[in-house]
């Protein structure tokens, strides 16, 4: 298959205009996240890899698993189903979980949001989360949305991911210089 951002950029483009017009993108976030859980679960992997498996019956078994899901209704309106259903008949039901993401990054870029992501050593109180949320929104001139992880394994310091741009301050990283240095 093809490189998947490169196959699920119309989609999520598509989607996310039918979504903006319509005020939904809260929504559609939702909803596709819901389809995109149950494409990357591997029982239902295994059910929609069936070569014998019509291509609206992947799509109807996608919509159905997503029934009861919190915010997935929308996946049962008509723009839903066409949606399940053409993505099933283009063999890309496999791109939800990349589809899902760009619409994300859609979203966000529309909202003028960036989400970013800061690993550290240890947990980091939440004046420290401010003033690294702060600093990143004036640097990058939107609102953060900012995720936190701990990795021990970093040893100190901080890892920050935003969009394309990785900050690394880590001690890990900084030993790992000195030892490249010393060895040449």
């Not at 679960?41 to 799509?59: V, W």
């Amino acid at each position: 298959m093809a490189d998947l951002s490169i196959v699920a950029r119309p989609y999520a483009k598509a989607i996310f205009d039918v979504a903006r017009e319509s005020g939904a993108l809260e929504a559609w976030s939702t909803a596709l996240a819901a389809a995109a859980s149950v494409v990357v679960d591997a029982t239902a992997s295994r059910y929609l890899g069936r070569p014998a498996l019509a291509a609206a019956e992947r799509a109807r078994f996608v919509g159905r698993m997503c029934e009861g899901v919190a915010g997935a209704a929308l996946l049962s309106d008509a723009t839903g189903r066409n949606l399940l259903e053409l993505l099933a008949e283009n063999d890309r039901l496999l791109a939800l979980p990349e589809i899902a993401a760009q619409f994300d990054r859609f979203k966000a870029q529309a909202e003028s949001k960036v989400k970013a992501t800061l690993i550290t050593a240890s947990a980091v109180d939440k004046a420290q989360v401010a003033q690294v949320a702060q600093a990143l929104e004036r640097k990058l001139g939107r609102k953060v949305e900012l995720e936190l992880k701990v990795d021990a394994s970093l040893v100190g310091g901080a890892i920050i991911r935003a969009e394309d741009m990785v900050i690394d301050g880590s001690v890990r990283s900084r030993l790992k210089r000195l030892a490249a240095t010393l060895i040449d």
